[in-house]
């Protein structure tokens, strides 16, 4: 089973960027499908970006439309989330996930592995 650990949260202003890094364990990495999801305090957690394991497909929630965008390096087992024009209400705590997959994943698929998350705040 995979294992992933995400990095590159922090603080930062509205307006600004974060690249938010998900390493992952394991020589399969390139048959797994990726996505990354968030919780906010006091909220469910929700999808935020899907990548397929080839790299070929990928969509986004509407709420990061054309700000983020998922992308992955399959030689260094690492998917990637760039976060551009933050806003206040993207503050949450990011977790990457995987699943065995060589489909297109629906966002309310179940995935295999998740990560620790890393926390993600922009100030106003």
């Known amino acids: 089973q995979v294992q992933l650990l995400e990095s590159g949260g922090g603080l930062v202003q509205a307006g600004g960027s974060l690249r938010l890094s998900c390493a992952a364990s394991?020589?399969?990495?390139?048959?797994?499908?990726m996505g990354w999801f968030r919780q906010a305090p006091g909220k469910e957690r929700e999808f935020v970006a899907f990548?397929?394991?080839?790299?070929?497909?990928?969509y986004y929630a509407d709420s990061v439309k054309g700000r983020f965008t998922i992308s992955r390096d399959n030689a260094n087992n690492t998917v990637y989330l760039q976060m551009n024009s933050l806003k206040p209400e993207d503050t949450a705590v990011y977790y990457c996930?995987?699943?065995?997959?060589?489909?297109?994943?629906?966002?309310?698929?179940?995935?295999?592995?998740w990560g620790q998350g890393t926390q993600v705040t922009v100030s106003s």
């Open positions: 996930a995987a699943r065995y997959s060589r489909v297109r994943l629906g966002p309310n698929a179940e995935y295999d592995a």
């Open positions: 990548i397929s394991w080839s790299g070929d497909s990928t």
């Open positions: 394991g020589r399969t990495f390139s048959s797994y499908a």
